[in-house]
């Protein structure tokens, strides 16, 4: 059997394999399909200090083999996390890794220094691609300046693991990339949501409340691929490959542009326990061919 | 409650106009304990070889057979995912995340005191059908009110017929009252206890005008689109006086009390 673990940091996963955030809850929603040590960790929903209550319905558009989102960090805040939902999580045999947002440099600080006393949370996820927030989110990641300020901020205050997770919705990634690594970021997750838009021809009117969305699916995966590919060859520290995974191939294809590890999102709603099997799959493919272990095949496209 | 993912097997399907009826067993092979269902709960139905359909379809439960290990869907084709769904094949299999959702809650007070009216328009009328067996089986006679565009949408009414009273609308005059459901006599002739309503958005929030005005007490099945329906995801929110809850988990079934943009 090929080693399917590989290192995010100073973080060990058991497996490639993650939930990326705002898909999967805080895990405990698919505790009845998932078997959560077969899963190499969980992204929590994206938390903010103070709680929200999100953007207005309707939130959601399919669009072709994909959905757009615009459901605006929607959570309790992070008292409520740390008194109400990480007692309920914090046994789940997996790596939980929460995923911090915020409106300003203060916001982000706070919270990431709020969940830096909880033990079990090894890592968090700086999210500074979320364009589902008016103030914040987004607007960090598309500027070198800004998310300097913001990842150095954080850095001082967090001693675990962390992520910043990156905005595709710029002109060219690898900058910001670059940016996180200089000022200390352990890895990069990528690709956040591309901002889209949808209207209903018959009402004349956009689908989502707030006009524009966050697209995310299989029909991002061709440019979430090359936004790895490009990354990995940029920075030193591990990439995370995301968009649109729904299969142990796809998955590989993240693996082999250079992804050290691999989360899934849009998928899990079609198929709950895609997360495991897309694990089991890596593990078959690594058997199949001989591999030893997943880390031999990062980045190893040739060409 | 737990929840399930399999395939059914489907054994039937009886389509009228855009409606189709699937009689889906769960196969004992499987080795699948048949779940537990209430009335107003809904499963996520995976859409097969429908390209252009890339999340699951929310589909309320019918009806359900325990004994013979059989749900109920009443489809309407709406768009390519229902067509799809509903142009499956007896033998075909369809794949259920089930069961989802909360469902309609049971009359709690003495049951010869409770006046009980299910109101549905169109499809709607789905659930209601599942929570009128319920009902009978604990003792109620709930009066049935349902309203559709013409008397050929209307999809099997004996099965109502069977439980309780049976009121009709018509838009087009073809049967029953012309009009929508708040138009039907019965209700300014009876006084009912507990409203229970399923269809077309404008349609729930006229019953609710009418429960609201006369302070009965009524529950609302919501049609919000989901993208997970197993409350992940925070797409199917609805303002409550709670905040925005999930239809999904919270809901779909929703007293009009709490509902706070239909008060007024
Ligand atoms: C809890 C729940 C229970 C349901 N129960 C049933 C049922 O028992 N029988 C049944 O036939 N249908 C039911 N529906 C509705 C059904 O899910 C939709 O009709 C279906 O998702 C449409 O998919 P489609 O691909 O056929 O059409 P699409 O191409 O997705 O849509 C066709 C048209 O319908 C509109 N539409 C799609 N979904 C919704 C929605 N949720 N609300 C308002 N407009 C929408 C679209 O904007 C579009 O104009 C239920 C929905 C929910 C949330
Ligand atoms: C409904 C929904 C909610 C999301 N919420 C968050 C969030 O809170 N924080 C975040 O960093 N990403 C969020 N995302 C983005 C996903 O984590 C992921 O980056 C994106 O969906 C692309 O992956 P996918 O194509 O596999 O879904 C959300 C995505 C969806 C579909
Ligand atoms: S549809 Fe995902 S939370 Fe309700």
């Not at chain 1, 493919?285 to 001989?290: S, T, V």
């Not at chain 2, 009886?14 to 537990?36: H, I, Q, S, W």
């Not at chain 2, 009978?136 to 008397?151: A, Q």
Request: hydrophobic share 40%; with cysteine; aromatic share 8%.
């Amino acid at each position: 059997m090929a080693k399917l673990e590989t290192d995010i940091g100073r973080l060990n996963l058991r497996n490639p394999v993650l939930a990326a955030s705002g898909t999967f809850g805080y895990g405990l929603e698919y505790s009845d399909f998932v078997d959560f040590s077969q899963l190499g960790g969980i992204i929590t929903k994206g938390t903010t200090i103070e709680p929200r209550q999100g953007n207005d319905y309707p939130r959601m558009a399919e669009t072709p083999s994909g959905m757009l989102n615009a459901v605006g960090l929607q959570n309790g805040g992070a008292e409520q996390f740390v008194s109400d939902i990480y007692p309920s999580i914090k046994d789940i045999d997996t790596s939980i890794i929460v995923n911090v947002c915020g409106s300003t440099v203060e916001d982000y600080v706070s919270c990431a220094a709020r969940i830096d006393t909880l033990e079990k949370i090894p890592a968090i996820e700086l999210n500074i691609s979320c364009p589902n927030v008016k103030q914040g989110g987004m607007a960090f990641g598309t500027n070198r300046e800004s998310a300097a300020e913001v990842i150095r901020a954080v850095r001082r205050v967090y001693r675990k693991t962390l992520i910043v997770k990156l905005s595709p919705n710029v002109t060219d990634i690898t900058l910001i990339a670059r940016t996180a690594e200089e000022e200390g970021a352990d890895a990069v997750s990528l690709i956040n949501t591309l901002l889209g838009m949808a209207i209903d021809v018959d009402a004349r009117r956009p689908v989502l409340s707030t006009i524009t969305g966050g697209l995310s699916g299989a029909c991002i995966k061709p440019v979430a691929v090359r936004m790895v590919w490009q990354t990995a060859r940029a920075v030193k520290i591990p990439v995370i490959g995301i968009g649109g995974i729904s299969s142990s191939r796809d998955a590989l294809e993240f693996i082999l542009a250079g992804a050290t590890a691999v989360q899934i999102g849009a998928a899990n709603f079609i198929d709950p326990e895609i997360s495991v099997k897309v694990a089991g799959g890596i593990g078959e493919y690594l058997d199949r061919n001989g591999i030893d272990s997943v880390k031999d095949i990062i980045g190893a496209i040739n060409s | 409650m737990k929840r399930y993912i399999s395939d059914w097997n489907v054994l039937q399907t009886t389509r009228k106009r855009d409606v189709c009826l699937l009689r889906l067993g769960l196969g004992e092979e499987e080795g699948k304990a048949f779940p537990d269902v209430l009335p107003g709960q809904f499963v996520q139905v995976r859409v097969d070889n429908s390209p252009s359909t890339y999340l699951r379809r929310p589909i309320s439960i019918h009806y359900t057979i325990q004994e013979e290990r059989e749900i109920w869907l009443l489809v309407r084709i709406a768009g390519e995912g229902t067509k799809t769904i509903a142009e499956t094949k007896a033998g075909g299999k369809l794949n259920l995340i089930y069961p989802l959702g909360n469902g309609f809650s049971m009359p709690e007070n003495n049951v010869e005191q409770q006046k009980l009216l299910l109101v549905g328009g169109g499809v709607g009328a789905a659930p209601l059908l599942f929570l009128g067996k319920r009902l009978k089986e604990s003792g109620y006679v709930p009066d049935f009110l349902l309203g559709g565009y013409s008397m050929e949408n209307f999809f099997d009414n004996s099965q109502f017929e069977a439980i309780g009273r049976l009121f009709l609308t018509t838009e087009d005059g073809s049967g029953g009252t012309k009009g929508f459901v708040t138009d039907h006599p019965v209700l300014y002739e009876e006084k009912y206890d507990f409203i229970y309503a399923c269809g077309p958005l404008p349609m729930m929030k006229s019953v609710a005008r009418y429960a609201f005005a006369r302070h009965i007490r009524c529950e609302v099945s919501l049609e919000n689109t989901m993208a997970c329906g197993i409350g992940a995801c925070l797409c199917c929110v609805e303002k409550t006086g709670r905040g925005n809850v999930r239809t999904c988990i919270e809901g779909p079934v929703f007293n009009i009390v709490d509902l706070e943009s239909w008060q007024n």
